[in-house]
């Protein structure tokens, strides 16, 4: 095979890769049919999103990836649980369509340290310290210590709060 049908093969899917990304572009900026838009959320975060009122279900595709609250007036707590990619879906009352968007959970943005031992993975968030912070994919050792260590720091303070509350009556 000659050099010279690969490279009109090439430049013939180049320009046929730019008429499609300049479809797409067109769609995506008129807003026309077929365009969706993309939300953005960090895992282990909370979004707020406003959805039409007359909204009376919302649908996630995946909930392990995302989680979604709607509240009165239309407005949505979309929450990130896991990495990836899924949609959401809001309907009207006679299920008609109102919004298909993507939701995008990526990970934290903050000040992170990842450290590797081995195969294992401990994750701290330092603003300014550093500090234990559990995150999707640490080791089970550590994701289970922080785990335990953040139940029985809240269990504690519960139990302190209703004490005082017991005690001011």
Known sequence: MSVMPLRSFA???TRG?????????????????????SVSVVVDQ?????LPERT???VIGNPLIADVTLQSGGLAVVTGKGYGSTNLVALDR???VLVDNIVQVEGPNE????VYRGAKRETYSCMPDCQRRVTLGDGPEYF??????ATTLN???????????????
């Open 111 to 114: 000040k992170m340290v990842t």
């Open 155 to 169: 269990a504690s303070a519960t139990v302190a709060s209703e004490r005082r509350l017991e005690r001011d009556k």
């Open 56 to 58: 009376a279900t919302v």
């Open 144 to 149: 289970k210590s922080a785990i335990d260590q």
């Open 11 to 13: 430049r013939a899917s």
């Open 17 to 37: 890769s730019a008429v499609l990304l300049s479809i797409a572009f067109v769609l995506a900026a008129s807003g026309g049919a077929g365009a969706v838009e």
């Open 94 to 96: 006679g299920g008609n």
């Open 46 to 50: 909370a979004k707020l999103m406003k």
